[in-house]
């Protein structure tokens, strides 16, 4: 049937709308995404970095930083409110102690970053490898205040522990923070950063860091943010002319993914939620629908045999825990 200009036959087929659906890609981020992982012995100050990076970096808005820090003034425990931040957990806030590993994110110009705030008691050793094995960077942090960095050094401290378990766990590249600068008992003392650096140094060395290429030491202070997002002032600490934290890490060469080899991801923890769910860092590869996966070493295929993978990733969680 034949139909003049302007016509409309009630029986064609309605016209399709042209316009394309937005792209999902365009969306996203196209920023690097980088794991930071924070380790080190209890009370250095790790989670009070974390949550000083996130103040600076606008991630908690300044309202809920007065809120905790009232809270953390009415139980007094004023210098914990920053840790607040990552601690959510009301027993980690009421013992001061990272439990679990507490995430954050914060953003630069160039890169997406995770945080990762591992605990640093050694009775929680298990939950920090989890954070490691998911880390591509690892932030060692050590307290300069008299004291603590013996404490945390010496046998039995979780500071030899934990640089160990950083580089078992695949982390490439070591930034050691000499936090505490501020304290009275150190006052921004080089001969103190110096003594700190050099009884730490030989043992980053054995384990295989490269002094040249893979560590590299900052003094700063997590309380007052000093040396984390601006560099410190010469009249506070003179003799230190390096970067600040957040600009160096954001400068670090660009990690070689892999995308295109074949998908490898170690796995390092698992939950039940509609299923089993594994969690690891993919050191390779990419994983999309429909993939067929092996769980090694024992070869066993992640298709419809939920129950035999259950069953191996049992035994690689113990075999890493």
């Known amino acids: ?76 425990r004023e210098s914990w409110y920053l840790s607040w931040a990552l601690d959510t957990n009301q027993e980690e806030r009421d013992k001061g102690k990272t439990v679990e590993v507490g995430r954050a994110y914060f953003e630069t110009e160039k890169k997406h970053f995770t945080i990762l705030d591992a605990p640093g008691h050694k009775s929680f050793v298990p939950n920090m490898i989890g954070g490691a094995a ?45 936090n505490k600068m501020d304290d009275p008992t150190v006052n921004w003392d080089l001969e103190r950063y110096n003594e ?37 002032d010469d009249a506070t600490c003179p003799w230190y002319q390096g970067p600040a934290f957040i600009p160096f890490i954001d400068e670090l060469p660009s990690l070689n993914r892999k995308t295109d ?31 067929n996966l092996l769980v090694m070493p024992n070869r066993v295929s992640m298709g419809n045999r939920v129950s035999s993978a259950q069953y191996l990733t049992k035994q690689v969680l113990q075999l890493i825990l």
Request: glycine share 12%; net charge positive; aromatic share 4%.
């Open 134 to 178: 998911q880390a591509d960077l690892a932030v060692l942090v050590i307290s300069a205040r008299k004291g603590e960095f013996e404490t945390g050094f010496d046998r039995g401290g979780q500071t030899r522990e934990h640089a160990m378990l950083a580089k078992t766990a695949g982390v490439k590249h070591l930034v050691v923070l000499v």
């Open 1 to 76: 049937m034949e139909l003049d200009d302007g016509e409309v036959d009630g029986d064609a087929a309605p016209k399709v709308s042209k316009k394309k659906p937005p792209k999902v890609e365009e969306s996203r981020s196209k920023k690097e995404h980088v794991n930071v992982v924070f380790i080190g012995h209890v009370d250095a100050g790790k989670s009070t970095i974390g949550g000083q990076i996130m103040s600076l970096t606008g991630m908690v808005d300044k309202r809920t930083l007065e809120k905790y820090e009232r809270e953390a003034r009415e139980k007094s």
């Open 261 to 291: 080899g074949p998908f490898i991801m170690p796995i390092v923890d698992k939950y039940k939620d509609m299923g089993t769910v594994l969690m690891g860092k993919v050191e390779s590869g990419c994983a999309k629908k429909g993939t």
């Open 196 to 232: 700190c650096k050099d009884k730490i140094l030989p043992y980053l060395k054995k384990l295989g860091f490269n002094p040249i290429k893979d560590l590299t030491f900052m003094p700063v202070s997590g309380i007052t943010g000093q040396g984390l997002r601006e560099p410190i």
